[in-house]
């Protein structure tokens, strides 16, 4: 075996060691029935749906950010929030691209796009192609699956999204 290939092979093996020992995939066990209300669970763990017109979120119209009830990844902002008259809080865009996972969803029988956070894997709700523009979505989202933060509170936000808590 050649230096060159030596020297090769050590580089494939510390570069494998280092990928694996961050594998984003690979995340601590949460005990999620400790942490979130039992609505919150059902919908955020179990895919769960919140009858329309009784969440916190479909008629409010702070300004600030909405973020993720499970582990507080910012998800939407205010500024992208709309009366869709479905009675779920509906945005046309999100807070960033990274902040969500999508999934082709049977459940209905059906094919629709489940929207997941991208932090902790809870089920927010769907995205259609009927919304308004600039986007032409609605990203329809239970209100269980959000908290609410208030614009001065953005920093601490876009420090998470960054990836930097
Ligand atoms: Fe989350």
């Avoid at 510390?14 to 694996?20: D, F, I």
């Avoid at 479905?86 to 489940?114: C, H, M, N, Q």
């Avoid at 979505?137 to 209100?143: E, P």
Wanted: proline share 5%; net charge negative.
């Amino acid at each position: 075996m050649t230096l060159h290939n030596c020297l090769l092979i050590s580089v494939l093996i510390l570069t494998t060691g280092c990928s694996y020992a961050q594998d984003p995939e690979i995340k601590p066990a949460i005990d999620w029935s400790e942490k979130l209300t039992e609505e919150q669970f059902r919908i955020l763990r179990q895919c769960g749906t919140e009858p329309p017109f009784t969440g916190a979120f479909w008629d409010h119209h702070e300004d600030g950010v909405y973020c993720c009830a499970g582990c507080g990844q910012g998800l939407f902002d205010s500024r992208d929030k709309y009366d869709s008259g479905s009675g779920w809080p509906s945005f046309f865009e999100v807070l960033a691209e990274k902040a969500i996972l999508t999934r082709t969803d049977y459940k209905l029988g059906y094919p629709r796009t489940e929207l997941l956070c991208s932090a902790c894997d809870g089920h927010l709700g769907h995205v259609f192609g009927d919304g308004p523009p600039p986007t032409g979505l609605r990203y329809c989202i239970n209100s269980a699956s959000l908290k609410f933060l208030l614009r001065d509170s953005e920093q601490v936000i876009t420090r998470l999204l960054d990836g930097e808590n």
